[in-house]
């Protein structure tokens, strides 16, 4: 999945408010005796931009305000490079004490002994604050962070998509949102009735490409037809008529209905965003920092947001985020996993360190709180809760992490190329995945 963050513009704005006086306090933290000398914990920080780094460093300091005993150790590892140096830090056995990880590859790393169960800790949190911290969690990170029956990630932020359309040109098409929108056929009889091929106006951009937004995007279909991507028996559920369905639909806005631009097949979020500014497209679906990234205000007046419409088989959308885990080799555990509690504690560091990275909470409670009760983040965060990873309705598996990068984006691609039947797309798609889950 896309290692950025969002929500850029309520980053920038609000962050120095929170940094500068954060509404953290020590008084549920996992009580710990004050140690005769400090026990120093190193965290690995993925994101570099500034104000990610002012929001942890803000949160660091309150945190060691309040426990003496610990020293907060922060290494910068930039997100495309973590990836490796965690692979060397466990060939070498130097892992850190604590990072922030994908929550696509918790799997992966608890699935070889990596991480450290939280279980105990979170019970230990749960009775302190007089209920299951867990059930605070939003849907989505249930099938993240519990692997095998167990608890090995902490959630602290979240992001999802939702549909962008440009008022003035649905309302010069005389198209209602609040109709277009309720299903996905509903969405596609607006975008033919937007489409001005001989403008090059195009009513609905639709990604194609071998990229992580082509896949984020087409698993809203393929849930919302009812298609799985596992089924009961640990192999790919989707030789079914569903996932056959859900790609000719998705497949077919480019080949037959032609509401997406001709270039669609190698396209990503970058292309796609760019022309839905400079309104040559209609609507897209895409992530809250297109938002915050516009700081045109008549353009900004002119979008409008709107959830994801429903299928035949109900409305689904895209679960990102990432956590803090606890890495197995850590000789601080405990003292770790006291800074892992205040940081995704919801009354304590979490508003803070989201709004330095530009990312939405990972605890619901938080909904009904400002700014997250506020437009643009209110209907992000609504959608939350219907929001999931790609493998719904069981949990990540280890083999994610190398699927997602272009198994699923293939038979997309080829349908519209026209290098492949919806059939045999399907057929290779259930091979690959299969060859890949049982070797």
Excluded at 49 to 72: Q, Y
Excluded at 161 to 188: E, H
Aim: hydrophobic share 40%; glycine share 6%.
């Amino acid at each position: 999945m896309e290692r950025r963050t969002f929500l850029k513009g309520v980053a920038q704005s609000a962050v120095a408010a929170a940094t500068l006086s954060p509404a953290l306090e020590a008084s549920r933290v996992l009580a710990a005796p004050v140690a005769m000398s400090q026990t120093t914990v190193t965290f690995w920080q993925f994101d570099t931009g500034t104000p990610a780094l002012a929001s942890w460093r803000t949160a660091i300091a309150d945190f060691e305000a309040h426990n003496r005993d610990v020293k907060i150790n922060m290494v910068i590892v930039p997100w495309q490079e973590q990836a490796q140096k965690l692979t060397t830090a466990l060939s070498t056995g130097t892992p850190p004490d604590v990072s922030m990880m994908g929550n696509d590859v918790v799997a992966e790393y608890a699935n070889i002994g990596a991480l450290a169960p939280l279980d105990s800790y979170f019970q230990a949190w749960s009775k302190q604050v007089g209920h299951d911290i867990t059930q605070d969690f939003y849907p989505g990170d249930h099938l993240y962070y519990r692997y095998k029956g167990h608890w090995y990630a902490s959630p602290i932020s979240e992001e999802t998509r939702l549909v962008y359309y440009r008022k003035s040109m649905l309302k010069s098409a005389g198209i209602d949102p609040a109709k277009a929108f309720q299903t996905y056929q509903s969405m596609r009889q607006a975008a033919l009735a937007l489409t001005k091929p001989a403008k090059k106006i195009f009513g609905w951009g639709m990604p194609g490409g071998i990229n992580y937004f082509t896949l984020q995007t087409f698993m809203t279909f393929y849930l919302a037809w009812g298609a799985r991507y596992l089924n009961a028996k640990g192999l790919c559920g989707f030789d079914t008529p569903e996932f056959r369905a859900a790609l000719t639909f998705y497949t077919n806005l480019y080949r037959k209905d032609h509401v997406t631009p001709p270039d669609t097949p190698i396209y990503d979020e970058v292309k796609l965003s760019s022309l839905f500014q400079a309104g040559k497209l209609a609507m897209m679906i895409d992530g809250p920092w297109l938002w915050t990234g516009i700081t045109d205000k008549a353009l900004l007046n002119d979008i409008g947001l709107a959830q994801l419409p429903r299928g035949p088989k109900g409305r689904f959308a895209f679960l990102g985020g990432w956590p803090l885990v606890l890495w197995a080799r850590s000789g601080n555990k405990d003292a770790t996993f006291r800074f892992i509690q205040y940081i995704t504690d919801p009354t304590k560091a979490m508003t803070t360190v989201c709004l330095g990275n530009g990312v939405l909470p990972g605890r619901k409670s938080l909904a009904d709180k400002a700014p997250w009760n506020r437009m643009p983040n209110s209907i992000f965060v609504s959608q939350l809760n219907l929001a999931y990873p790609y493998q719904y309705p069981y949990p990540e598996i280890p083999q994610m992490g190398s699927l997602e990068v272009d198994a699923v984006q293939t038979p997309v691609q080829n349908v519209m190329l026209g290098r492949a039947s919806v059939n045999k797309a399907t057929t290779d798609l259930v091979h690959h995945i299969n060859s890949v889950l049982h070797p």
